[in-house]
Antibody
Framework: EVKLLESGGGLVQPGGSLRLSCAAS????????MSWIRQSPGKAPEWLSF??????????EYNPSVKGRFTISRDDTQNVLYLQMNTLRAEDTAIYYC???????????WGQGVMVTVSS | ETVMTQSPTSMSTSIGERVTLNCKAS??????VDWYQQTPGQSPKLLIY???NRHTGVPDRFTGSGFGRDFTLTISNMEAEDLAVYYC?????????FGAGTKLELK
């Protein structure tokens, strides 16, 4: 059974930083691309970033809305996905999900999400 | 950025009804469209990938179709458990983008 468990969320002041983690199990983590997606209350999800697998040199893609502030990374030895978030703004307040990509399409499995609140 | 426009925004339905949800892309995305279902307090769940392929375990009352700019999700025989918000996603170009969603409610 695929399981994705996010952690590291919480309350942070504007301008602050936070690192989210996503612990994966139930599949061969190293084989798959992985993404971060967020969802503000009452809004549609917003894709943020994905990281390819080792076979594709761990290259990354970002949504322009977070490029330069957020950094995605992965540790295939520990089956963990990360999202480093810097210079946080109030509009970054959302539930953050990690998601596994499938062979044919993205986001076949999602974690339960972790809340990030940016407020003074 | 490819904008995904979903219609209607919300829909009142009855159990047993046939429901059709629409999603229109601002530019062609081929068949690179997924549909997701989200119930309150839950993360979105994949229903359809590649415009028309059901994800593992998805009931056959869910059918996706479309190519290019116009896509539909049809629920052939609405059940109570299908009351949810449905989102389309395009992954034909980066950034991947979701539609704003269609909320299905009971009449």
């Amino acid at each position: 059974e695929v399981k994705l468990l996010e952690s590291g969320g919480g309350l942070v002041q504007p301008g602050g930083s936070l690192r989210l983690s996503c612990a994966a199990s139930g599949f061969t983590f190293a084989d798959f691309y992985m993404s971060w997606i967020r969802q503000s209350p009452g809004k549609a999800p917003e894709w943020l970033s994905f990281i390819r697998n080792k076979a594709n040199s761990y290259t990354t893609e970002y949504n322009p809305s977070v490029k330069g502030r957020f950094t995605i990374s992965r540790d295939d030895t520990q089956n963990v996905l990360y999202l480093q978030m810097n210079t946080l703004r109030a509009e970054d307040t959302a539930i953050y999900y990690c998601a596994k990509h499938g062979w044919w399409a993205p986001f076949d499995y999602w974690g339960q999400g972790v809340m990030v609140t940016v407020s003074s | 950025e490819t904008v995904m426009t979903q219609s209607p925004t919300s829909m009142s339905t009855s159990i047993g009804e046939r429901v059709t949800l629409n999603c229109k892309a601002s530019q062609s995305v081929g068949i690179n469209v997924d549909w997701y279902q989200q119930t309150p307090g839950q993360s979105p769940k994949l229903l359809i990938y590649g415009a028309s392929n059901r994800h593992t375990g998805v009931p056959d009352r869910f059918t996706g179709s479309g190519f290019g700019r116009d896509f539909t999700l049809t629920i052939s025989n609405m059940e109570a458990e299908d009351l949810a918000v449905y989102y389309c996603l395009q992954y034909g170009s980066i950034p991947y983008t979701f539609g704003a969603g269609t909320k299905l409610e009971l009449k």
